[in-house]
């Protein structure tokens, strides 16, 4: 049985306690927050025991593993305490706030010999994972562009962050997972409307070496919950909605060979068949979480590594820089 607790019961913490209660093989012993009446609500829904700090849960309970759910600001130090008090760590993206505390963290991770995962909820988003088998199997073809839609109202629950580090990273990780390719060149247009102090609306490029172009528009300022990808190539154009985990293809139809060839560019494109793929849906958080859970039982195969979220927080923090700088950030040569 591995011992789980949660740090941080605000929305996201609250699920991960929810899940976690559910799991065979794992007992939730402890919720942690600062807010303690949060915390004692919480538990009493999940059968734990509440804390009001850090260190005397640790003391008391000595979990095997545990869920970071704090704000961004705040994850270098309650992540790098329980990787040095010999816990496997689970941190929701982005991995920490600066470069700095992200490479302190890894290194800290591998010398406690423990798993620290970051939290990229869509890897495990059965849409997602339906649009990689497809793209690494050449269903597409060459890429074009990758386009994501992330709008919604503003969460009263951010203060220390804008959209880039909150929103964007979960876009930025999984455009580097459908190409497995990495950024050359980063360009951000950003707005604040709402937050008080950082930016609530962002566009920006992304260019890859590998010539894709991801195109992001994101923002707190929409008063409905859009969470949408679209991936055009040779073949047509794959559209994923993340909220109902549904899959599309529109096809273009005037290609008729394997390859985008001289003919098909003098024809064009034109509209196609469209086919809705069946995939059978389940909850993200539960797919990460049992990821986690198994990696801390030594199967490492579905774990989203702290590399992969150091290198989403660089992408983020490059289109913030771009933002401010209001020019193009160019990362590594092409």
Sequence with gaps: MTRVAVVGTGAMGANHARVYQTMPEVQLVAVVDADQTLAAEVARLHRATPYGGLEEMLARERPDAVSVAVPT???????????????????????????????????????????????????????????????????????????????????????????????????????????????????????????????????????????????????????????????????????????????????????DGSQWTPMSVVRGVSEGAMTRFAILKREPLRAELEAFISSVQGDCRTLVDAREGLAALQLALALVDSAQAKQVMELRKE
Aim: neutral net charge.
């Design 73 to 255: 600001q705040s994850h270098f130090a309650v992540a790098n305490a329980l990787l040095q008090a010999g816990c496997h760590v689970l941190v929701e993206k982005p991995i920490a706030a600066t470069v700095d505390e992200s490479l302190k963290l890894i290194a800290m991770a591998k010398a406690m010999r423990r798993v620290l995962m970051v939290g990229h909820i869509e890897r495990f988003n059965p849409a997602v994972i339906e649009l990689k088998r497809r793209l690494t199997a050449g269903d597409l073809g060459r890429i074009f562009e990758i386009r994501a839609r992330r709008l919604g109202p503003f969460p009263k629950r951010i203060r220390d962050v804008g959209v880039i580090l909150d929103l964007a990273t979960h876009d930025l990780d999984v455009m580097r997972y459908l190409t497995g390719s990495e950024a050359v060149r980063v360009y951000a247009e950003t707005k604040r409307e709402i937050h008080t102090s950082q930016e609530d609306l962002f566009s920006g490029l992304v260019r890859f070496a590998d010539d894709t172009l991801g195109v992001m528009e994101i923002n707190w300022l929409t008063p409905t919950k859009v969470r949408e990808l679209s991936v055009t190539g040779e073949r047509g154009m794959f559209h994923a909605d993340y909220l109902t985990q549904d899959l599309y293809f529109f096809q273009n139809a005037e290609l």
